[in-house]
């Protein structure tokens, strides 16, 4: 489903955190959501997905608009889309198990216990999952929160995805099963909204790069266009996935060429 | 002087604004919890939410229903008779047990235990970002979270105060049969002469209301944490101390009506 965001804000109190940010994002793609701490990526991703209501502007899913959508077309769109937060956010008085198995028992009431445990067995299974589903979260540690947190915005088979920073605290191995896992999302169609600075999600998985500073939206565009971009700042946060060190190289070549033996001419 | 009105009337507003926003909010509860039983999901939540505020709470509403009926009839069996007025130990029974004590002291209970329990609950949830978690998987968080919550302590508060006057009226038999050989026959049949259907249907509706803004309440402030976990201990004290002025306040606005209607 196309997501288009029109002219988004977000504030919290007098506090603008996302300013006027406007981006189309295609069925299908893949894009690396970056930026330095603090820059509203984490924001960003759930106004995209309806979690925040923004405070100004307009989202649009496909033809929709966010702004009329009646409350049971809202959780449509919700249910059609997968959420990894930063931090997991699992639900802490249940156990892994029911963490995954709510949201199928909630939009499909009609749904047999069996048939909601061997799906949920299935993508545990898929994922290398093999920790004990009765534990609670506080039980796991952080990387097994992070897979867990992964298998339950997927456990609806959504159509897009969003990952806020989706390798932070996984081991090599979850790492490479988790890029196998947006390969293969990727192939099947799905729309991905990844956040973070991976280099592998970058240079593998991700169609375009979405970069964020201080709540503005600077630039969204390919990988191939942007790595040959003059403007410094966009250079800088790239140059945490990217190795851009002709940048460097100009600089240096600029100081050098300009002095006359005095530091300050 | 006119930084002072300024500030008065902004304080007015601000007061107005939040009274109106937190009435929404109690409509919109009220609502989710009139839809709920048609919506084929788990009850897990409100099964845990009687088990917690209900079962969980009769041993305290045991001893202090006991002491209560205990205390009453001590006082009223000595006093009353030196205005020659011994017979009206039933009706104060009544009044005071069934009518007025009962079903507000078992709020007061609900509301330190209950309230500051799901005030607490709910604003870890926010901390956590386990709300936004419920949101983004589509699950509307005040029809999963909160309507099992309010109709939870509504249905234990009434049954719970069913259970206060049941003790707080066999403590007082007790009491009165250590002093007085009285048959149990006796006693029962002198309150229910001095009970009347009015008395019954208006402790519940007590009861009830007490349920209503105990619950809102709590849930109001767990959810109004924003950011940080130093929150959740202030909201679920501010959830306890206005729940129990709203208690005094429907409590008293309630009885006020009993007496203009008999």
Known sequence: MRIVLDHV?????????????????????????????????????????????????????????????????????????????????????????????????????????????????????????QEDLSHRPTLLSAGERKVASILRALVLDPHTVYMDEPSAGLDSASSAYLLDILKDLKRKGKTLIIGGHDSQIASMIADRILVMDEGRLVAYDTVQNLVRTDNRRIRAILSDVFDLSSTYDADILDILGSSDGDPFA | MTAIVERLGQGVFDRARNFAYAMGFFLLVLKESFFYFRTKQSRRVLTFQILFTGIEALPVITILSLGLGAIIIIQGVSLLPQFGQGQLVYVILITVITRELGPILTAFIIAARSGTAIATE???????????????????????????????????????????????????????????????KDYFFNLMNAMSVADIIFSFLKSAVSGMIISTVAIYYGLKVEQASTEVPVMAIKSVGQGFILLILANAFLTVMFYLGT
């Open chain 1, 9 to 129: 804000s977000y504030s919290s109190g007098n506090t603008v955190l996302i300013d006027d940010v406007s981006c189309e994002l295609e069925e299908g793609v893949a894009v690396l959501v970056m930026g330095p701490s603090g820059s509203g990526k984490t924001l960003l991703m759930k106004v995209m997905a309806s979690i925040l209501p923004p405070s100004s502007g307009e989202i649009r899913y496909g033809e929709k608009a966010l702004s009329t959508m009646s409350d049971r077309e809202l959780q449509k769109i919700r249910t059609g889309q997968g959420f990894v937060f930063q931090d997991a956010a699992l639900w802490q008085n249940l156990t892994v198990y029911q963490n995954l198995a709510l949201p199928l028992e909630y939009h499909y009431p009609r749904r047999g216990a069996a048939q909601i445990r061997s799906h949920i067995l299935a993508l545990c299974r898929k994922m290398d999952f």
């Open chain 2, 122 to 184: 709910l604003g870890n949830m926010v901390v956590n970002h386990e709300i936004e978690a419920y949101i983004a998987n589509g699950i509307d968080p005040i029809g999963y979270l909160a309507a099992p919550r309010f109709i939870g302590v509504t249905v234990s508060l009434i049954l719970l105060n069913v259970y206060f006057n049941i003790f707080g009226l066999l403590g007082s038999f007790v009491v009165t049969s250590l002093v007085t050989t009285i048959d149990f």
